[in-house]
């Protein structure tokens, strides 16, 4: 699933946007499988979307949207597909680069033990009385299986060395898919996937170490009122313009995600929650200065505002209430007025 999928199906719209998935596989006579279901509900919960682009071209055309087409459809347009091909695809190659590898050091075993017979052989006859004649017959069969040897372990080496190659080409490819698979395409930053991973792992070395660990939730104010009013298109560049602005003040060990749909995640390790709040009003600030423009036409959209929430991590507190604690944070920061940061501290004491 997409991020803003994602956030739909955990909102109160859910219900709404699987009937429509159902609704509109019914009217175009498409069974409701698992993957038919997953591919329709990024349909019509991301109508602007290439894959709903791409439905509605099928469908124009008359084509029937049959179990094949439906697997083309995922491995193109859903990321968890795309990624699952793309390992299979590298693991593969892995597999065919392993065998040539195997081959050649079997090849270079056996030219080895002939080698070795070779020797063996010579040695008996240099035991026996020779005649110069066959000694020099002898010398030469024994200076033949070298230079044959030689050939073979030098074709060995190149082999083995256009392998690692490969091996490290593959390497560095199973690594980008990886960072594609952990990076959110609109904005850059971190996906929910990765945030949540993330936090794990700070949330384990900060409860092990005793070190401080702050979670921040942003999210973009009145952001539905802005995408309706001016499309999803002017929405996505405001998402990625504070994506932008928090991204400058998120070099490691910061962790910047965006979260889903409008909202963004940002872990501070090692950092009070004093220095936090600070950054985040920072940002807040920055967000709120700029006057922004329709790339399209240059028309004035006005300015935006973010509001956040910020928790501390408490002694061995799991993930969820870490994140909870952030999100009531948020909340009071959006029923205050908006455009301001909350800590999650004030919240509990307000309660």
Known sequence: MTAEVEAILRGPQAYRLAHNALDLMDRHKVWPTPLNYELWLHCVGDPNGLLAHEIERLVSTGEPITEAV????????LPKAKLNEQIRDAGDQLSRELDTVAQAIGEAMRSSEAYGATLADASKELTQDQGAENVRKLVESLNEATLRTQRENQSLEQRLKDSTSEVNRLK?????????????????????????EELERSRGEAAKTGEPLCLAVL????????????????????IRYVASVMGRLAAPP??????????????????????????????????????????????????????????????????????????????????????????????????
């Open 70 to 77: 439906s697997e083309d459809l995922a491995a193109a347009y």
């Open 172 to 196: 560095e490819h199973l690594e980008q898919v990886r960072r594609d698979a952990t990076t959110d395409s609109l904005t850059n930053l971190a996906n929910r996937k990765a945030f949540d």
């Open 219 to 238: 999210d973009i104010d009145h952001f539905k009122r802005f995408n309706d009013t001016w499309g999803h298109q002017t929405g996505d560049q405001v």
């Open 254 to 351: 910061r962790f910047a995600a965006r979260y889903g749909g409008e909202e963004f995640g940002m872990l501070f390790p090692n950092e009070s929650i004093s220095a936090v709040k600070a950054i985040l009003e920072e940002i807040r600030e920055e967000v709120a200065s700029r006057m922004l423009r329709r790339r399209s036409t240059n028309e004035e959209l006005g300015t935006i505002t973010i509001s956040a929430g910020l928790a501390q991590l408490r002694g061995d507190e799991t993930s969820a209430a870490l994140l909870d604690r952030a999100d009531a944070a948020l909340y009071a920061s959006k029923r205050s007025g908006r455009n301001r940061v909350t800590c999650a501290k004030a919240v509990d004491l307000a309660a």
